[in-house]
């Protein structure tokens, strides 16, 4: 089992850039895809980025040249880097992990979600 906890959201203006991360606890992190979603107002939650066992990734169209996804496993955290940032990406963050999903998909473990206001 693994508990996530994320930070790093907040107001940035368009064109700016954020770092999001994604701590994890559990003694087997590193058997774990991660992953960004995100939800916005009135919309469904969306796959953003996936990361696997290995550190191939998979980006969503919308975000793909603007987001970069990374993984620490000796310190068990991912972290989402947003620059160019679009109001469109306004949003609640999740971050997801799963050991049998990679990429877009049914992820077991959520956490909270963090909020990115990306102001015009």
């Known amino acids: 089992q693994v508990q996530l906890v994320e930070s790093g959201g907040g107001l940035v203006q368009a064109g700016g850039s954020l770092r999001l991360s994604c701590a994890a606890s559990?003694?087997?992190?590193?058997?774990?895809?991660m992953a960004w979603f995100r939800q916005a107002p009135g919309k469904e939650r969306e796959f953003v980025v996936g990361?696997?066992?290995?550190?191939?990734?998979t980006y969503a169209d919308s975000v793909k040249g603007r987001f970069i996804i990374s993984r620490d496993n000796a310190n068990k955290m991912v972290h989402l880097q947003m620059n160019s940032l679009k109001p469109e990406d306004t949003a609640v963050y999740y971050c997801a992990a799963d050991t049998a999903v990679v990429g877009p998909g049914k992820y077991k473990y959520w956490g909270q979600g963090t909020q990115v206001t990306v102001s015009s």
């Open positions: 559990g003694r087997t992190f590193s058997n774990y895809a």
């Open positions: 990361i696997s066992w290995i550190g191939g990734t």
